[in-house]
């Protein structure tokens, strides 16, 4: 891993930790302000630029001052199914997660949520169906659906294909490669952009198998994350040893 | 550059740019009327960093770059937009169709999909092999390389290409402002980015077969002869790497 002397500054946090300020970068409500303060102090301390085109990138998807999404309805059944608070800001992907640690849904399933998820598996069934995407829902609608896909492996199949198939403009190709890269290590193949990292028993980070290491930087840079040494930098130092 | 075929008797060395044709004959006794001709693009000319001569980009955007030491064409598709033809796209129409580029263009605009650039020096191609290297690096949306052929004057064409998301080989139709699906390859191949591989298309009359790595993966009895330009194939935010395109033409 590349990682500055100042990262060691991070070594020791605990697992929580690393989920807690995942949830502080990407905006979701469940992040405690002290995560939100230690997501900037591994921020500062691994070099991570948010005036970097990446961070603009993200950030510009997820722009929904323009309030232009069609179907109000289901974008506060998502919202409300995936724990997202109405009016919570979607916040940049750090590009990088845990195996089995992904980020997902908070809270108990209910019965809400499992008419949603229903739904889902519906859409995803039928190929004439619009999938939630961002002019359906908005990004907040699309985030939310990223995050309750996340349990279920077809239906998270089924949504990386819709999302590919609905473009750039539709599906952020941040979220898109995160959840391709979790499909292929589940499925026993190497990642493509780097945004997995397993964990050892003795709590040390280490990024999954990857394909072409020597133009994962272009495909990140492609999808809208921060480059790979920066990321495994902020990993590191959020939860890893 | 790699011979494709042992069938080959006569190689013919275009070197684009100048329109000078080698032609070399590589077996004593061959017959010329039935010989088979090799034309392997040449990427002597081409400048890095530049937008290929040795294939003009009609749709996409296509450059030149090199990789270990060696020249290759780059379709980079970091800077695809939905609906984007290449710059230039009525000059390069004119060049390869003259006066009826115009119908070509209206169908490519409708294809600006699948980013194409066409092989400068092969006036057409009916019977044969078509052969290339490609290697992908990446693409968020779509990781394909494919070989373009039967391209006519009106824009449709025929296409059999690698989706490194879908991990096959698939011909498709391009008609009338339409892609259809033709046939898929007989299995799926997880392909790592970053490799080079070979695809080949062999035509021979109406029948078409695909390799991968010299490996048949598909059959198929097209519905017609071919009969058209060649050239590179991609699908939106693909970044493929392409080398070593060559053209065997034998008799019918």
């Known amino acids: 891993m590349q990682c500055s002397a100042q990262c060691g500054a991070g070594r020791g946090a605990q697992r929580a930790i690393t989920a807690v300020a995942f949830l502080a970068v990407i905006g979701h409500p469940a992040a405690a302000q002290g995560a939100t303060r230690a997501a900037g102090q ?29 179907d109000d309805a289901l974008r506060s059944a998502l919202l409300d199914a995936a724990g ?35 739904s889902l598996r519906a859409l995803a069934r039928n190929r004439q169906a619009p999938w939630p995407t961002r002019s359906v829902v908005g990004a907040a609608g699309v985030r939310a659906v990223w995050l309750l896909v996340a349990r279920d492996t077809a239906l998270s199949r089924t949504a990386l294909h819709r999302m590919m198939e609905a473009g750039p403009d539709e599906s952020p190709p941040a979220a898109v490669a995160t959840l391709e890269d979790r499909l292929r290590i589940g499925a026993g193949r190497k990642q493509i952009y780097g945004t997995q990292l397993s964990r050892a028993a003795d709590g040390t980070l280490a990024l999954a198998p990857l394909e072409d290491r020597e133009h994962v930087d272009l495909r990140r840079e492609a999808a809208g994350l921060p480059p790979l040494g920066q990321t495994l930098c902020a990993a590191r130092a959020l939860g890893g040893r | 550059m790699t011979h494709l075929t042992s069938r080959t008797t006569l190689l013919v060395v275009a070197t684009f740019g100048v329109g000078a044709v080698h032609v070399v004959p590589t077996a004593a006794g061959a017959q010329p009327a039935a010989a088979a001709r090799t034309v392997q693009v040449d990427l002597a000319r081409d400048r890095a960093g530049h937008e290929p001569v040795s294939f003009l980009p009609v749709v996409g955007h296509w450059v030149v770059a090199t990789d270990a030491g060696r020249k290759v064409i780059l379709a980079d ?146 519905t017609a002869p071919v009969s058209g330009r060649v050239g590179l194939w991609s699908k939106t935010d693909s970044m493929s790497e392409f080398a070593d395109f060559a053209v065997t033409s034998a008799a019918r």
Not at chain 1, 48 to 67: F, K, N, P, V
Not at chain 1, 86 to 111: H, K, N, Y
Not at chain 2, 94 to 118: C, L, M, S
């Open chain 1, 84 to 118: 997202l608070g109405a009016s919570s800001a979607v916040g940049a992907l750090p590009g990088f997660e845990v195996v089995g640690e992904q980020l997902t849904a908070t809270g108990a399933d209910s019965g809400p949520r499992t008419r949603l998820l229903d």
């Open chain 1, 42 to 70: 591994v921020a500062r301390a691994c070099g991570r630029d948010t005036t970097g085109a990446w961070y603009r990138r993200q950030r510009a998807w997820a722009d929904e001052s323009r309030h232009d999404w069609s």
């Open chain 2, 77 to 222: 598709g970091r800077a695809w937009k939905r609906g984007q033809p290449a710059g230039g796209l009525a000059d390069k129409a004119r060049a390869i169709y003259g006066a009826r580029h115009e119908e070509f263009i209206d169908n490519v605009k409708a294809f600006a999909y699948f980013p194409i650039a066409v092989a400068r020096d092969v006036p057409s191609f009916a019977n044969g092999d078509i052969a290339l290297r490609f290697k992908m690096i990446g693409g968020t949306l779509d990781r394909c390389a494919g070989i373009l052929f039967d391209l006519k004057s009106n824009g449709d064409y025929l296409t059999v290409r690698f989706n490194g998301t879908e991990d096959n080989v698939v011909l498709w139709t391009f008609n009338g402002g339409r892609r259809s699906f033709v046939k898929r390859g007989t299995e799926n191949f997880p392909l790592e980015l970053g490799t080079w591989h070979e695809l080949r298309a062999s035509v021979h009359g109406t029948a078409f077969t695909a390799y991968l790595d010299g490996k048949l993966v598909l059959e198929h009895t097209l």
